[in-house]
């Protein structure tokens, strides 16, 4: 990992430790997901825009099916938004 990938991931961290006091509403528990995991709608779909850049979560359902409407939408989101950096669940996406 080079000096800027790290200077990035320590930012990130820095900020979400920030906000471990007060986190934003819609960004459920695990304790309260699991009380309504069977009515969230997925996508879940969290977008942060602070002054200096963003962050989108994009909460998708498990699937390996590439005509699966959300692995288009996941592309298109891909393409506007021009992430610098992604994180994933697990695995190594292309």
């Known amino acids: 990992m080079n000096h800027a990938a ?3 991931l320590l930012a990130l961290l820095l900020v979400l430790a920030g906000c471990v006091s007060q986190p934003p509403a819609a960004i459920m528990s695990w304790a309260e997901y699991q009380t309504r995991r069977r009515s969230v709608q997925w996508p879940y779909i969290l977008q942060f ?3 200096r ?3 989108l979560y994009y909460g998708a359902r498990h699937t390996n099916a590439p005509a699966d409407p959300q ?3 996941i592309e298109r989101l891909w393409t506007a938004l021009k992430p610098t950096i992604a994180f994933n669940e697990g695995g ?3």
Request: hydrophobic share 25%.
């Open 92 to 94: 190594s996406p292309p």
């Open 53 to 55: 850049g963003s962050l």
């Open 6 to 8: 790290r200077a990035l």
């Open 49 to 51: 825009d602070p002054p």
């Open 71 to 73: 692995v288009q939408e």
